[in-house]
Structures are given as C-alpha cells and as structure tokens.
C-alpha cells in the first residue's frame, strides 16, 4: 500500500511507501520510502484513443522499469493516468489536477498539439516539467512567428516528437520524388496540428515543383464526405493529403475509393494506427502516413520494451508514440535521479524546488533512449530528427523510407 502526508501549506513532503500496484495496471516493486507521480495526459477513450493508450502504457512500462531497477535509490515512482478526450478544455482541467498534486513530478503528453495549447501554461505556471511524445505544431516550442522569430514560449515545455516543419516536408518530398505525384488535393480537419501540418504541406510541395489543385476543410466527427469526393474526383488530382487524425481519414479514403476515385490518401502520424486499417479495411491498400523517428521494432533497444507491451496485454497501439512515451517518462525520472544526487542523495523536501530541479534536468538530458539519443535543444525540441514514411501494404503498416527532412 501507499501512505501519503503532504504538507501544502508550505510545499514540503513527506512521503512513504511500501510495494504496489497501481491503477493503470502496472507493477510496483518500490524504491523506498518516497512515492513521487509522474501524471499523463491522452485521449483514452473516443476519438484517437488507440494512439493515446500507446502513450499511457509506453509511460506505465518506463515508471515500472525505474521502480524495478531501483534506479533512484529510495524512491517510488507511480502513474497518474487522465482522459482529455482530445478536448482542449478537458486537458486544461488535468492539467490543473495534475500541477495540484503535491507528490507530482512531471507530465508526460499530451497526444493532439491543439490539447498542448491549453496546458502549457498551467504547467509553466506551477513549474512543472511537461513532455509531450508525440505534438508536432511548430509555435508549441518557437512561437507563433516560428517562421521568422523563434522564440521559445514556455521553458517548461518539451518534445520527443519532432516538429510538422520537418513532417509535412518530409512528406511533401516523398509525394513528388518518390511517388512522382504532381497533382495533388489537400484537406484538414481545421484543428491545431492537422491545418498546421497540411500548411507545411502545401507550401513545401508546391516548392518542388508540384500543382495542389484543390483545398478543403473537414469538422472532427464528420462520417458523410460525399461532397469532398466529387470534389477530388473532378479536380483530377493523382494523390488526396490530409491533415488530421485517423478516425476521419479512414472513412475519407473508404469513400474516396468507393467512389471511383482510385487514388492514395496520404497523411501524418496522426493517421498513423493500426485503427486507420481495421476502419478503412482493403480500401486503405496503398495509403501512406509519415511518422516521427524509425519503426520502434527496428530498434534493439526496443525490443524488451514490445515484448513487455504484448505480454501484459496493454491496449492501444504502441507503434507511433509508445517509445517516445517511455522516453519521455525515463527522461522525467533521470532529472529525479539528479536531484536527488545534487542533495546528498536525499529527496529535496520542498516539492517546489524539486519540480524547479526536475526541468532544469531535463533541459540538460543525453542518454541514449529505446527511441534513439534523447537530449533537447534550446526550443525544447527534440535532437532526434528523424522521419519514417509507412505504407499499407497487405493489409499492415510498412516503413517504406526513412530519413530526415531537407528544408532547402
């Protein structure tokens, strides 16, 4: 069990613990006497709740991994799990419960970069590191004028993700290049991420040399797109690219195909989910989706990590952001384990001076992750560049190039 006694008054803690298992279904063995929370914030349930529960159990396995091997020595890490839906307003919420509570550390998430926006400032606010595994938007680490003025908004805020600037060019480049597409239609779901990412889109292929013949915008929770077929179909584009999450796509490219429009739908790792397949079944064959980083099980350090997902039958896909989720997680716990050594091997008592400690940590991070070299630069973007285009190919998900983006 865990016996807690915070004094709130004056920030200070004091905290014991003994072995447990936590309500989000992980194991643990406890590192001694101190219990400090790691909160992540993701769509669990409804829309995009496949790629969110990757991120609640990528995190769930590296608190698990951390109490298991001891590696602060007298301290239990546990994980406090919060739905945000995809709601902006809910994430805010969590946020606030998240910064509220005087055992917690650190945040990882959330999923969708329009969520990010309204909880940056919570967490800034209380000091509180927050690492999103997989926000993409530029202006959440540079700014709004991330084009011609970065500057970074919140020094809390971080990313294992990288950033839409190098998706969506990265995607526009292996449209023209690689698929020799040169006509092509761009839609988006009006959200944060998807506009952003269609934008970077657009601009970028057009650069090349390539024709965007048509544009549209779709509402999240659309199910009838029979005018934006007839529309694609008459502009006589050869490729349709969408800005936006899975759970649209896969009805758009089912309808495209079903109405004699037979042409790939390529889109971002918002799409990228094994969701995207089941929904759209044979009418997704030939789709493509980019996605940060390289195909997690491509990667040895990885490997334990998938075994343990599969093994305790996690829900959700970990394929997208699992390894990003359990990086971000073990970068948190490392900037712990420094704190910790800085104070003679004691946990500081004052929650905010630890929470003050904790970014400082994770600004400074270099360790070699189960994703690659996690470190971050001065925006609190991630180092780690690299891209991974994916297409369906019988019915699964295969990496078909992988590389980082050339901006020119």
């Not at 279904?25 to 769509?43: F, H, K, N, R, W």
């Not at 349930?45 to 529960?53: A, I, K, R």
């Not at 759970?247 to 790939?264: C, N, R, W, Y």
């Given at each position: 069990?865990?016996?807690l006694?915070s004094?709130?008054a004056?920030?200070?803690?004091t ?8 309500d ?24 995009n709740?496949?790629?969110g ?5 990528g995190?769930q ?5 951390a ?14 799990a919060y ?6 307003a ?6 606030t ?7 917690a550390?650190?945040?990882?998430g ?10 940056q400032?919570v967490?800034s606010?209380?000091?509180m590191v927050?690492?999103s ?17 970065k500057k970074?908004p ?7 993700a ?16 690689g698929?020799?597409?040169k006509k ?23 650069k ?10 779709v ?5 009838d797109?029979?005018s ?6 008459n ?13 649209e796509?896969?009805l758009?490219?089912k ?5 004699g ?21 044979t ?18 350090a990885?490997k ?12 959700g ?8 989720s ?7 716990i ?10 003679d091997?004691?946990v ?15 600004q400074k ?14 925006y ?9 285009v ?19």
């Amino acid at each position: 069990m865990v016996i807690l006694t915070s004094v709130f008054a004056t920030g200070a803690l004091t905290l014991t613990a003994c072995g447990s298992r936590d309500d989000s279904g992980g194991d643990s063995e406890g590192g001694g006497g101190t219990t400090l929370t790691i909160g992540v914030d993701a769509p669990l349930s409804g829309e995009n709740s496949t790629t969110g529960l990757g991120i609640q159990y990528g995190a769930q396995i590296a608190v698990d991994d951390a109490n298991k091997s001891k590696l602060v020595p007298g301290v239990t890490f546990k994980l406090k799990a919060y739905d945000d839906k995809a709601q902006p307003a809910t994430g805010q919420s969590n946020a606030t419960t998240i910064t509220g509570d005087k055992t917690a550390v650190g945040a990882v998430g959330p999923l969708n970069s329009g969520v990010a926006q309204t909880m940056q400032q919570v967490f800034s606010s209380a000091n509180m590191v927050q690492i999103s595994p997989s926000n993409t938007n530029p202006e959440l680490t540079q700014g709004k004028n991330w084009q011609t003025d970065k500057k970074r908004p919140y020094k809390t805020y971080f990313r294992t993700a990288t950033t839409d600037e190098l998706q969506g060019s990265f995607a526009a480049d292996y449209a023209y290049n690689g698929l020799k597409k040169k006509k092509v239609f761009v839609v988006d779901d009006k959200q944060t991420y998807g506009a952003g990412l269609a934008k970077i889109f657009n601009e970028q292929f057009k650069k090349l040399g390539g024709t965007v013949v048509g544009t549209d915008h779709v509402n999240t929770g659309d199910k009838d797109f029979g005018s934006l077929v007839t529309k694609v179909k008459n502009s006589g584009a050869d490729l349709l690219y969408y800005g936006g999450q899975y759970d649209e796509s896969s009805l758009i490219t089912k309808q495209l195909k079903g109405g004699g429009v037979k042409i790939p739908l390529f889109g971002g790792d918002g799409m990228f989910a094994s969701t995207y397949i089941e929904t759209a079944g044979t009418a997704s064959e030939g789709d493509l989706a980019t996605a940060v980083g390289v195909p997690a099980d491509t990667l040895p350090a990885a490997k334990t990590f998938i075994e343990t997902y599969k093994s305790k039958g996690y829900k959700g896909d970990y394929g997208a952001y699992g390894a990003y989720s359990y990086d971000a997680t073990t970068a948190i716990i490392k900037a712990v384990k420094a704190a910790v050594d800085a104070n003679d091997g004691k946990v500081p008592s004052d929650i905010n001076a630890l929470r003050s400690s904790v970014v400082d940590g994770v600004q400074k991070s270099d360790f070699e992750g189960i994703s690659g070299k996690v470190a971050f630069d001065q925006y609190g973007d991630t180092t780690n560049k690299q891209l991974t285009v994916y297409q369906v190919t019988k019915g699964a998900w295969k990496a078909v190039k992988t590389g980082t983006a050339d901006l020119g």
